[in-house]
């Protein structure tokens, strides 16, 4: 079946600009995750969303950021007022919703998209 | 706080075996994991230890150890195409939650 998708795959914007950065998870997958990734580093967790419970935003860096999940599907990242700092792989994860406890730790990644702020 | 530690890069010769390693601090463990992600492309899940001991999947095994908050990735028979960076990460809530990853280690396998 298909997997999670990104859109767009590569942007570039310039500093101060507004992105939206979609993520479409894999169908029934009720758990979905944004991550950051810099060159050459880890991935950094951004925000979590889990069924209809309220998103985990922890990870946001700033208030310039946000997300949102639709319908509990398609889920939008938008950074406000981007900065150079901001340039960096976006990544979102989503996983099957299962009982606390049980194995269910695998999340599976979308490409990406890569974001350049000028 | 949490934090993963792994090395950096690591260099080894198509066929042989390779150990990569992690050790973590976090405020709870809820299981550790691998991904691997090639130049490029989206991480993919390798291996998932929640209690000690190795779990082997082809060439590929992973190895627990709760109390020296250690685990490591081994790698066998290694091919060119293994050429990745590999991040552990650990959950320290049970249940589908964020996972915290290591910096990740770039794999070169050479002829």
């Known amino acids: 079946g298909a997997g999670v998708s990104q859109s767009p795959s590569n942007k570039v914007t310039e500093k101060g600009k507004d992105v939206e950065l979609r993520c479409d998870p894999i169908s029934g997958h009720t758990a979905l995750y944004w991550y950051r990734q810099s060159l050459g580093q880890g991935l950094e967790f951004l925000i979590y969303f889990q069924g209809n419970s309220a998103p985990d935003k922890s990870g946001l860096p700033s208030d310039r950021f946000s997300a949102e999940r639709t319908g509990g599907s398609v889920s939008t990242l938008t950074i406000q007022r981007t900065q150079q700092e901001d340039s960096a792989v976006y990544l979102c994860?989503?996983?099957?919703?299962?009982?606390?406890?049980?194995?269910?730790?695998?999340?599976?990644f979308g490409p990406g998209t890569r974001l350049t702020v000028l | 706080g949490q934090s993963l530690e792994q090395p950096s890069e690591v260099t080894a010769v198509e066929g042989a075996i390779v150990q990569i390693n992690c050790t973590y601090q976090t405020s709870g463990f809820y299981g550790l994991s691998w991904y691997q992600q090639h130049d490029g492309g989206a991480p993919t899940f390798l291996s998932y230890n929640a209690l000690d001991g190795l779990e082997e999947t082809g060439r590929f095994s992973s190895f627990l150890s709760r109390s020296d908050s250690y685990g490591y990735l081994l790698l066998q028979e290694l091919q060119m195409k293994d050429s990745a960076s590999y991040f552990c990460?650990?959950?320290?809530?049970?249940?589908?939650?964020?996972?915290?990853f290591g910096k990740g280690t770039r794999l070169s396998v050479i002829a």
């Open positions: 994860a989503s996983s099957p919703g299962a009982p606390s406890g049980s194995r269910t730790d695998t999340q599976y």
């Open positions: 990460a650990v959950r320290d809530y049970s249940g589908n939650t964020p996972l915290v």
